[in-house]
């Protein structure tokens, strides 16, 4: 590939599909003689079951079973040699210490906990049956108000988790212009319009077939087979489409690996598609945290000192950590910074990963304290900025792989038309409305993983590229079709791409923003391959090309040519047949990792708003939005553009309306349904223009592209918080901004 030639904006490779109805989610997939599970969930948050009576949904119109802790079959992974406490941690947690094991024991350990699933020939009839399980409780006193249990805040394990000093700790208390505020972030949940579930089927005693909502057809793989103790290759994972996942299906859940036991209990296929409301407890959410930032600057707006101190709520039974306070380390220039994180175990189903995670909790409030501190300082927030700007990262003390965020903070600028705005807040009136502008940084950490890649050329000039990844959404099948496009010069529509199904090369889940670094790099690598294969052929005696070094040679419409002389080529077809090959056949590893010890790698983003507020109503609507990317080369562009445009509305949502909101006498939700919990729609979103720097990334990969997914949403919510106190003078310091903050 060519580094500085930008990408064309190509269609989503599946977009007909996808509008069509012909891409198929999980939940659509039938088999013979299939069955539906539908979950009993707790009427308690903590306690225990004192009696459960099954008889009348076992005696209901088409029941196959019904399954509670009293007769679930056994699951022998999660059965195996205690560790420590007695009770084996089921496979696999992506954090530490998990001790929940569906329908166990009659334990409850939170608010909507499974205590039976009901299977029957018909989804109608099993969710009737679940409707007629009875269950009589001993009930104890749910701790579920993170704001009650600070104080039994413990830091987890972890290198990055633990409290963090540059310079002095509390450097920030010797500047002479000092700020210290509280940032809070509510419960969120992904909801993402696909529920979540699985479709499982034994196939035989030992071999499996799943449709299955899941980030990674090969984690799932693997964490069914180490629950039931055979060999991933008995087990076969399909999941091509995706509604949406923002980090809840990044691990397969106990009550799916349920559904595989059931499954081979009652010898027949098992369906499992979750309830709206099942989505709010079952598989994570967004930890409610709390956060102090204490902030010093002197009078030329220097930062001395930053102090980050981050609460977050975790589960009972297991650890979950996530980089809430990261940024603060690395972001900008300044001596003294210190950062503590800390989790808090509550009566709670365990947190996930969402949607920009940790970070976007953290940036909130960083990014609102640089602003609180600019209006202090009585200096334009992006002046700020750059005057504490740095070019090294003063964590690791080594430099960015690749940086641009001085001119993302100018094109941001430019294009929301940041001159209009006033230092002075609630002096820019529209009528009834006040009119407001704010901006936010973002970051998110930049890798590259292993993954493996096969291409297949015809000697029809057609190509096939295949990974064993889940494209969740992003457009990862458009983007491996650029790549390949890219280096193998196939045209794009002649170019099949084949991903979500475990019988394709290995490749890691799609989180964390990492996929067109890591599966984009395999499918660099093996189109590399194929074309110096091609190289060989041409160079060999009888080709017209013979003699000619293989790195003169260049790829494109088909064609080998010379590059310094291009009436000196071969069409790839001829050069193939007479070689007699039909095809050529390649499957590579790629490396993993890059330059990664000399550089700190990191995507950047840039979020500008401007906003409208009501002065009588309290009323927040975002206006315009500018959104700005600095992620390396983009693969992609009108796929990137559309993933921006997503993290803006996912960052509206976070800022003005999401909130699950738990009745802490009950310490249940009182909002677990679309309708309560409000995720910004097309109404909410206004007209959106995003800009990508796309300068290609020395050292990460060959592509030269970094992810982009996290810093699409990081930061976002900040700059409307900025934006309104802008417009009116109101520092929101608690999420969401509802209309009765702001009044
Ligand atoms: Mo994401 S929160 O890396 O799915």
Same mark, same amino acid.
């Given at each position: 590939?060519t ?7 190509i269609d989503?490779v599946?977009g ?11 939940a659509?997939?039938t088999?013979?003689s299939m ?19 099954? *008889?009348?949904?076992?005696? =209901?119109?088409? #029941?196959? @079973? ?7 079959? &056994? /699951?022998?992974g999660?059965d195996?040699?205690?560790?420590g406490?007695?009770n084996g941690?089921p496979?696999?947690p992506?954090?530490?210490g998990e ?6 024991t009659?334990a ?11 299977v029957?020939?018909t989804f ?11 269950a ?9 108000d993170l704001?009650k ?7 987890? *394990?972890g290198?990055?988790? =633990?409290d963090? #000093?540059r @310079?002095?700790?509390?450097?920030y208390?010797?500047a &002479? /212009?000092t700020?210290?505020?509280n940032?809070t972030?509510?419960?969120?949940v ?6 979540h ?11 499996l077939m ?5 980030q990674?057809?090969k984690?799932?793989?693997r964490?069914i087979?180490?629950a039931f103790k055979i060999s991933?290759?008995?087990?076969h ?8 996942g ?13 559904v ?5 209990k ?7 598609v ?5 989505m ?12 102090t930032?204490?902030m010093?600057?002197?009078s ?10 981050a609460?977050?709520?975790?589960a ?5 950590t996530e980089?809430?306070v ?13 950062t ?6 509550l009566?709670?189903?365990v ?17 609102s ?22 070019e090294?990262?003063?964590?690791h ?11 993302a ?6 294009a929301i ?6 230092n002075q ?5 529209d009528?009834e409305?006040?009119v407001?502008?704010g ?9 590259r993983?292993q993954?493996?890649a ?8 057609s190509?096939?590229v295949?990974?064993?990844?889940t494209?969740?959404g ?9 790549i ?11 170019i ?7 019988s394709?090369?290995n ?8 996929i067109t670094?890591?599966?984009g790099?395999?499918v ?8 110096n294969?091609?190289a060989d052929?041409a ?12 790195d ?5 419409d088909?064609?080998l040519?010379?590059e310094?002389?291009?009436s000196k ?6 050069l ?10 390649k ?5 993993g990792?890059?330059e990664g010890?000399k550089?700190?790698?990191?995507s950047?983003?840039v ?5 409208r507020v009501?002065?009588?109503?309290g009323?927040v ?22 993933q921006?445009?997503?993290?803006v ?11 699950a ?28 223009e ?6 290609p990334?020395?050292?990460i ?7 982009m997914?996290?810093?699409a949403l990081?930061?976002f919510a900040a700059?409307v918080s900025?934006?309104?106190f802008?417009?009116?003078g ?14």
């Open positions: 590939m580094k500085d030639t930008k990408n064309p904006p989503r599946d007909r599909m996808k509008v069509t109805g012909g891409a198929k989610y999980f659509e997939f088999m013979p069955t539906y599970c539908v979950i009993v969930s707790s009427d308690i948050a903590k306690g225990s079951i004192a009696s459960i009576d099954t *008889k009348k949904a076992e005696n =209901a119109p088409g #029941v196959v @079973g019904v399954f509670t802790h009293q007769n679930m079959p &056994p /699951i022998p999660w195996a040699p205690a560790q406490n007695g941690p496979p696999g992506p954090s530490g001790k929940y094991r569906i329908l166990h009659n409850i350990l939170f608010d909507g906990q499974p205590i039976a699933m009901v029957a020939d109608e009839r099993a969710t009737y049956a679940a409707s007629l399980v009875k009589t409780y001993k009930k104890q006193t749910a701790r579920t704001a249990h600070l104080a039994d805040g413990v830091t987890p *394990k290198e990055r988790a =633990a963090y #000093v @310079g002095t700790a509390d450097g208390k010797t &002479p /212009i700020l210290e505020a940032y972030i509510p419960i969120e992904h909801n993402p319009m696909e529920m579930g699985i479709l499982a089927n034994w196939e035989s005693d030992d071999k799943i449709y299955a909502k899941t990674g057809v984690a799932t793989q964490a087979a180490q991933p290759d008995n087990i994972v399909h999941t091509e489409f995706m509604g949406g923002f980090g809840m299906a990044l691990r397969t859940w106990p009550q799916e690996t349920a595989v036991a059931i499954a081979r009652i010898g027949r296929p098992v369906k499992l979750m309830t709206r409301s099942q709010f407890t079952l598989v994570g959410h967004r930890p409610r945290t709390v956060q930032i204490n010093g600057a002197d030329n707006g220097k930062l001395i000192g930053i102090a980050h101190a609460t977050g709520e975790t009972s039974y297991e650890d979950f980089g809430t990261n940024m603060t380390k690395f972001m900008y220039d300044c001596p003294n910074v210190s503590r994180y800390k989790i808090v175990p009566d709670r189903g947190p996930i990963w969402m949607r920009g995670p940790g970070e976007a909790t953290g940036a909130f409030a960083l990014e304290a640089m602003d609180e501190m600019a209006h202090k300082l009585n200096l334009d927030p992006i002046e700020f900025r750059l005057r504490n700007y740095t090294t990262d003063p964590e003390n080594r430099p960015y792989s690749d940086k641009n965020l001085k001119e903070y100018q094109r941001g600028a430019d038309g940041w001159n209009k705005r006033s807040p609630g002096s820019n009136r009528g409305w006040l407001g502008y901006m936010s940084s973002g970051t998110f950490n930049a890798s993983g993954a493996t096969r291409a297949i050329l015809n000697a029809d000039g190509l096939t295949q990974c064993g990844v494209d969740i992003p457009g990862t099948g458009t983007a491996m079709a650029m390949a496009h890219n280096v193998l010069g196939v045209p794009v529509d002649r099949k791409v084949d991903y979500g199904d475990t394709l090369p490749a890691p889940m799609q989180g964390g923003s990492t670094s890591t599966v790099s395999a660099y690598d093996v189109c590399t391959t194929v074309k294969t091609l052929l160079t060999k005696s009888g080709s017209p090309l013979a003699g000619s070094k293989a003169d040679l260049t790829l494109a088909g064609m040519y010379l310094t002389d291009r080529k071969v069409a790839v077809a001829d193939m047949r007479s070689n007699n090959l039909t095809t050529i056949d499957t590579q590893q790629s490396k990792g890059s010890e550089y700190s790698m990191y950047f983003s979020h500008f708003v401007q906003v009501h002065p009588v109503t009323v609507r975002v206006s315009k939005a500018v959104s700005v990317a600095d992620s390396g080369r983009i693969v992609s562009p009108k796929t990137a553009a559309s921006m445009i997503g993290g509305a996912g960052g509206i949502g976070m800022a003005l309306t999401e909130e909101v738990i009745d802490h006498r009950f310490g249940r939700y009182v909002n677990n349904n679309l309708g309560d919990y409000h995720v910004a729609t097309s109404a909410d979103v206004p007209h959106t995003t800009i990508v720097i796309d300068k990334d020395p050292y990969n060959p592509m030269g592209a970094k992810g997914g996290e810093i990081i930061g700059a900025n934006a309104v802008n417009a009116t109101q520092r929101i310091r608690d999420l969401p901004i509802t209309p009765d903050k702001v009044m």
